[in-house]
């Protein structure tokens, strides 16, 4: 099993977005797959209540209050966490993973939040010792927008580049309301946004 | 050539392997392949087929055409992690197969294998309808297995039955294969011969090898249609192997603990011959000539009890062919580890590269040399005699005593290793003041001693053995670092007398001697440091005296 903690201190960066997208991936591929949610809001789960009766199974666990038991014969497993975390919280979610997807947005605001988290989770400890890698995702990129190589520049600034590159697509928003990831779109519509998470797949796997 | 892949219980002698315990006791085999495969000349295949010896036994014949395709994902996904999916036409029937890396734990150490009918001849994971599919493929995207390589099988099969030691029939499943592998245009032929034992004596398989040498040459094939298939599909070296762990039984006879030991090394060896031949990673004829010389430690270890001409005629063939791989391992030596030592040194980044130049070009004709060595009769043969020796204890036949294989192992053992470490000891005396010639000696006599404690360490209690071992190691490391000097100078000498008047000879010879000063400098410390490693290695109680 390999599990997946997708976190970052502020909220609205697209968590959900790749929490649910990767879990929709890992089903659609035939691998047996729970979303665990440990946000209040509970949106991984209400995404989970929309998708498709004819979709791959995903099966829901609800974290919020604490972590629990994840089903045996589990093969990938997303953790969906809350936003506003503090450090301490991370570090007890982060015994629940063997890695952590960090998405960040090219926003000025979101500039100083992430960096002050990258730095919190390079010093915790399985993170220093390189046991469980930091893979920062750069979200919602408009196609050659300023704001794209400005955060390009920062994240190298901070030592973690980008392991991959999402742009900012409606179909994310239309795939949401039926439950579905960007795999189980036709593929035409899909193709390029696809490409965009490959990286981050295969990052994934390596990492496992 | 290609040699051997077989279990771990007869020859364990596949790539992927890692676990090479030998058991002296054949016993019918349980849930695991036992096979040998075998190469041959493709117009030697119909000679064997016919062969009265294999069509007087045959309890069925049947001949098939077997065309499999293997799939990957294109960027190879599923071959390094040691896993193969192959879609196989039988007639109208497609079966999909997925293979898993060896597991290398213990008895039920197995490599994982699903399979499965299904409609075309795309494959399909979930079909397996079993959660190990995709724990050992990983995650793996609609679309994204493409085929990398078909093989072309046409298959003779015979089942033959066999007499073994102990009267009763073995039957083994003779498969035939004539045909070629296929990927991206390019074609590699295939003519080889599998031997799986259905069930009885694992014995029967060596004899068996024995009778077909006997109709014509055949060499051990080490590696398998898959491997060669990503080889050829996708440029991939085949990987070396160290040697493994050996588990002696406390209840051996000596003749058992040749057996295995023997065995285990003839393991290592072919498991190293595809990568030596390969050459690309050094690490291939290097572990190739460990187990070399560890065969022969083994003979030296055994000596009291084997016969001198036997001892005589299997040494003299290693020896030969360790002569034939070494100028290539000294070459690897001095252009990666010993070069390595002038490397922080700046001003003669220049020379430095020069001397790598020179010694670059020098190396395929130092692996053609190793290619044809091991390509040769004389080395498929060496393998072959090795093989039968051990297996069917071949080496009882001009033996002085033959009864003294069925002496116990251990208090054999404990006399051998013995024997080596008063060499050592003595060869030690008075160490600050031994000349090169004398520490040459003492290092090589501790190799020795190193090897029977690998060899027979697993008799005794693991710590005991370990702390031994390590002292053993620490001195070693010193001594052949100090060796290094003297490697170093001659190894310059050759390389310098080959370039002759090319141009960079001179700024190759500055390097070098640089390698040589450098390596000088650095032995008073480690001379000292071997000092104290030897007194650390002589207080040791020696754990074979413990248990007497």
């Known amino acids: ?208 | 050539m290609h040699i051997v892949r077989a279990d771990r219980k007869f020859l364990c002698l596949s790539p992927k392997c890692d676990k090479m315990v030998t058991r002296a006791e054949a016993a019918a085999p349980a849930g695991r392949e036992v096979e040998v495969k075998l190469a041959v000349a493709a117009h030697d295949l119909e000679r064997l087929a016919a062969a009265p010896m294999l069509t007087e036994r045959a309890l069925r014949t049947t001949r098939r055409e077997l065309l499999s395709t293997y799939f990957d994902t294109r960027d190879g996904r599923l071959w390094r992690r040691g896993v193969a999916l192959r879609v196989r036409r039988i007639g109208r029937r497609r079966v999909q197969t997925l293979k898993g890396p060896s597991r290398g734990t213990g008895a039920a150490a197995d490599r994982p294998e699903l399979e499965v009918a299904i409609e075309s001849d795309t494959p399909d994971l979930a079909a397996f309808r079993d959660p190990l599919a995709f724990e050992l493929t990983g995650l793996v995207l609609p679309g994204e297995l493409v085929p990398v390589f078909t093989t072309h099988i046409e298959r003779t099969e015979l089942e033959v039955g066999w007499p073994s030691l102990d009267r009763r029939e073995a039957v083994v499943a003779v498969a035939l294969d004539r045909g070629r592998i296929v990927a991206d245009g390019k074609e590699e032929p295939i003519a080889e011969v599998e031997l799986e034992l259905r069930h009885g004596a694992e014995r029967a398989l060596a004899a068996l090898v024995e009778a077909l040498r006997a109709i014509a040459p055949v060499a051990f094939e080490t590696r398998d249609k898959a491997s060669r298939g990503f080889a050829l599909a996708l440029g991939l070296a085949p990987p070396p192997r160290k040697a493994g762990r050996l588990a002696l039984d406390p209840e051996d006879t000596v003749a058992a603990g040749l057996r295995r030991i023997g065995l285990a090394g003839l393991a290592h060896a072919v498991a190293n011959l595809a990568p030596a031949a390969d050459g690309r990673d050094p690490e291939g004829v290097h572990q190739l000539r460990v187990a070399l010389r560890r065969l022969r430690s083994a003979l030296s270890l055994f000596r009291p009890v084997l016969a001198e001409t036997d001892r005589d005629r299997l040494n003299g063939e290693m020896r030969w062919l360790l002569g034939e791989l070494g100028p290539a391992r000294d070459r690897d030596v001095l252009a990666t580890e010993l070069l390595a030592a002038i490397e922080p040194i700046e001003d003669l980044a220049a020379e430095r590269a020069a001397s790598a130049e020179l010694l670059a070009e020098g190396r395929p004709a130092l692996y053609a040399r190793v290619r044809t060595a091991l390509e040769s009769r004389r080395a498929a043969e060496l393998w072959l005699d090795l093989a039968a020796w051990f297996e069917l204890e071949r080496f009882r036949e001009n033996a002085p005593e033959p009864t003294r294989f069925d002496e116990p192992l251990r208090p054999f053992a404990a006399e051998r290793l013995d024997k080596r470490w008063r060499q050592v000891k003595k060869l030690g005396r008075r160490f600050e003041q031994l000349d090169a010639e004398r520490r040459h000696r003492l290092r090589i006599t501790l190799k020795k001693l190193r090897y029977g404690v690998d060899f027979f360490g697993s008799l005794w209690p693991e710590t005991a053995v370990k702390k031994l071992a390590g002292a053993c190691a620490d001195l070693q490391d010193r001594l052949g670092h100090l060796n290094d000097v003297a490697v170093a100078t001659q190894l310059a000498r050759d390389v310098l007398a080959v370039a002759g008047t090319d141009p960079r000879a001179p700024s190759a010879g500055l390097a070098l001697g640089a390698v040589i000063g450098w390596h000088a400098r650095a032995g008073r410390r480690l001379l000292r440091q071997a000092g104290e490693c030897l007194d650390e290695l002589l207080a040791i109680e020696p754990f074979w005296r413990e248990a007497a």
């Open chain 1, 1 to 208: 099993m390999i599990r997946i903690l997708v976190s970052n201190l502020k909220g609205g960066c697209g968590k959900t977005t790749i929490a649910t997208n990767l879990a929709g991936i890992f089903a659609r591929a035939g691998l047996p797959t729970a979303l665990a949610d440990s946000d209040r809001q509970r949106s991984a789960l209400a995404w989970l209540a929309q998708r498709a009766a004819t979709a791959p199974p995903i099966t829901g666990l609800d974290w919020h209050k604490e972590s629990g038991e994840v089903p045996p014969g589990t093969a990938r497993l997303v953790i969906d966490a809350p936003a506003a975390l503090r450090v301490k919280e991370v570090e007890a979610l982060l015994v629940e993973a063997d890695l952590v997807v960090v998405p960040i947005l090219p926003s000025l605001f979101d500039e100083a939040s992430s960096a002050r988290f990258l730095a919190r989770l390079d010093e915790l400890k399985p993170v220093r010792k390189g046991k469980k890698p930091v893979l920062v995702v750069a979200n919602r990129l408009r196609p050659r927008s300023r704001a794209g190589q400005r955060l390009e520049a920062f994240l190298a600034e901070l030592g973690h580049p980008p392991v991959a590159r999402l742009a900012d697509r409606a179909l994310y928003g239309e795939l949401a309301l039926k439950g579905l990831s960007v795999l189980d779109a036709p593929a035409r519509d899909a193709a390029a946004a696809l490409a965009e998470w490959q990286p981050l797949l295969r990052a994934i796997e390596e990492a496992g």
